[in-house]
T-cell receptor
C-alpha cells in the first residue's frame, strides 16, 4: 500500500525567501507524481507533473524534482510571495494500483 | 490539457435528503473515474474507483449503499449521497483517468456539500 508523507506540515517564511517542500513515498513503482496547490475552501490547482522517467519539471518560480529510487520529491519555490500562501499537496500515481495517493499537505504562509 | 468538470460546485441540503454530484471529462474519454473526499484541514482520501459499465470498487470503510456511484458513459460519473447527514458535509473531488502513453489522473474542481 502506497504511503505518502509531506514534511513539514506547516511552514511560515518572510516574503522573498526561497523554500523547499518535501514529499516522500514508500512504493517507488510510480508512474508519475503531481504537485497541487489548494487555497482554503477551494479545489486543486495542478502545478507540476513529473513522469517517472523525468528528474525535474519547472514552471516559473517553481521547480519540482523526483528521485524515484529514494522515494522522494521536492518542490522548490523561489522568491516567495504572499500570494504563494496555500496548502501544497503531492499525489503519487501508481499504474498498477491505477490510482493516486495524496500526502497530508504542507500549509505555507508567506508573510509580507 | 484534459479538463474535468463537476456540478454543482457547492450544495446545501437538509438532513435526510439525497444529493447527486456529477463528474464529467470534457475532452477525453475516461474508462476509470475516482471519487475523493476531503474533510476540513485533512488531505484527500479515495472513496471509490468507478469503471465505465461496471460496479464501483469502494475503499475500506466507505458505505456503498450510502454513496452510490454510477459510471454510465465514458465521460460521466455520478456520486449520490443518500440520506445525507451533517457528518457527510465535506469537499468531494472527482478525477478521471486518461490512459495510454501519458497515463495520469485529471482532477475536477470539487463540490462542497453542506448538510444542515
Amino acid at each position: 500500500k502506497q504511503e505518502v508523507t509531506q514534511i513539514p506540515a506547516a511552514l511560515s517564511v518572510p516574503e522573498g525567501e526561497n523554500l523547499v517542500l518535501n514529499c516522500s513515498f514508500t512504493d517507488s513503482a510510480i508512474y508519475n507524481l503531481q504537485w497541487f496547490r489548494q487555497d482554503p475552501g477551494k479545489g486543486l490547482t495542478s502545478l507540476l507533473l513529473i513522469q517517472s522517467s523525468q528528474r525535474e519539471q519547472t514552471s516559473g518560480r517553481l521547480n519540482a524534482s523526483l528521485d524515484k529510487s529514494s522515494g522522494r520529491s521536492t518542490l522548490y519555490i523561489a522568491a516567495s510571495q504572499p500570494g504563494d500562501s496555500a496548502t501544497y499537496l503531492c499525489a503519487v500515481y501508481n499504474t498498477n494500483a491505477g490510482k493516486s495517493t495524496f500526502g497530508d499537505g504542507t500549509t505555507l504562509t508567506v508573510k509580507p | 490539457g484534459a479538463v474535468v468538470s463537476q456540478h454543482p460546485s457547492w450544495v446545501i441540503c437538509k438532513s435526510g435528503t439525497s444529493v447527486k454530484i456529477e463528474c464529467r471529462s470534457l475532452d477525453f474519454q475516461a474508462t476509470t473515474m475516482f471519487w475523493y473526499r476531503q474533510f476540513p484541514k485533512q488531505s484527500l482520501m479515495l472513496m471509490a474507483t468507478s469503471n465505465e459499465g461496471s460496479k464501483a470498487t469502494y475503499e475500506q470503510g466507505v458505505e456503498k449503499d450510502k454513496f452510490l456511484i454510477n459510471h454510465a458513459s465514458l465521460t460521466l460519473s455520478t456520486l449520490t449521497v443518500t440520506s445525507a447527514h451533517p457528518e457527510d458535509s465535506s469537499f468531494y473531488i472527482c478525477s478521471a483517468r486518461l490512459g495510454g502513453p501519458k497515463d495520469t489522473q485529471y482532477f475536477g474542481p470539487g463540490t462542497r456539500l453542506t448538510v444542515l
